[in-house]
């Protein structure tokens, strides 16, 4: 693991604690670099806010979506794709479940929706270009990018909301029962 890993993976567990500890708001950014031992700048080179602490995850996992359906064969069954590439992301199961946990606990569910929301977009927006890459048209794949990202973030949402403990393998089925359902409209 490289340094700016270990310092991320370390800020991210200090701030979880400080979350629990002071509550989200009352967090300080400065004592939490403190406590790592590094300035509040870096902070913000790894995290643009406090909230992306408790969101990363999902951009993460965003991020190795998009290239891991790049590299699923064109002519594969979307929801095949889909579920391959969401589930090839390096997770930790354990991490995963705790800021799902802590992320009901501290945060309202208006701004998990919110963030959710706005994921959902992106995830869509890049879906969008891949199903353009893929061959299909314009409306086709911006409906078919709509419609997997919003089932995809409903079964993230319905997940979230569940109650603890928060199993990835529960995120999984949800996922898939989520693209089951849709899978007509593609």
Same mark, same amino acid.
């Given at each position: 693991?490289?340094?700016?890993?270990?310092? @991320?993976? $370390?800020?991210?567990?200090? #701030?979880? /604690?400080?979350?629990? %500890? !002071?509550?989200?708001?009352?967090? *300080? &950014?400065?004592?939490?670099?403190?406590?790592?031992?590094?300035?509040?700048?870096?902070?913000?080179?790894?995290?643009?806010?406090?909230?992306?602490?408790?969101?990363?995850?999902?951009?993460? @996992?965003? $991020?190795?979506?998009?290239? #891991?359906? /790049?590299?699923?064969? %064109? !002519?594969?069954?979307?929801?095949? *794709? &889909?579920?391959?590439?969401?589930?090839?992301?390096?997770?930790?199961?354990?991490?995963?479940?705790?800021?799902?946990?802590?992320?009901?606990?501290?945060?309202?569910?208006?701004?998990?929706? @919110?963030?959710?929301?706005?994921?959902?977009?992106?995830?869509?927006?890049?879906?969008?270009?891949?199903?353009?890459?893929?061959?299909?048209?314009?409306?086709?794949?911006?409906?078919?990018?709509?419609?997997?990202?919003?089932?995809?973030?409903?079964?993230?949402?319905?997940?979230?909301?569940?109650?603890?403990?928060?199993?990835?393998?529960?995120?999984?089925?949800?996922?898939?029962?989520?693209?089951?359902?849709?899978?007509?409209?593609?």
């Amino acid at each position: 693991m490289s340094k700016a890993a270990r310092t @991320r993976a $370390a800020l991210r567990e200090v #701030a979880l /604690r400080h979350f629990v %500890a !002071d509550g989200f708001e009352a967090a *300080s &950014v400065p004592a939490i670099a403190a406590e790592v031992g590094v300035t509040e700048r870096t902070f913000y080179r790894h995290f643009a806010t406090k909230d992306e602490v408790l969101f990363g995850d999902v951009a993460d @996992r965003l $991020a190795w979506f998009a290239t #891991a359906m /790049r590299d699923r064969p %064109a !002519d594969e069954d979307l929801v095949r *794709s &889909v579920l391959t590439a969401l589930g090839s992301a390096p997770t930790d199961p354990q991490l995963l479940s705790e800021i799902a946990r802590l992320r009901a606990a501290l945060l309202s569910a208006e701004r998990i929706d @919110r963030t959710f929301r706005d994921r959902q977009g992106a995830m869509a927006t890049e879906l969008r270009a891949i199903l353009g890459e893929r061959g299909e048209s314009g409306l086709d794949a911006a409906v078919h990018a709509e419609v997997v990202a919003g089932a995809v973030f409903a079964a993230l949402a319905v997940w979230t909301e569940g109650p603890a403990p928060h199993d990835v393998r529960r995120l999984g089925d949800l996922t898939q029962q989520a693209l089951e359902q849709v899978r007509p409209a593609l």
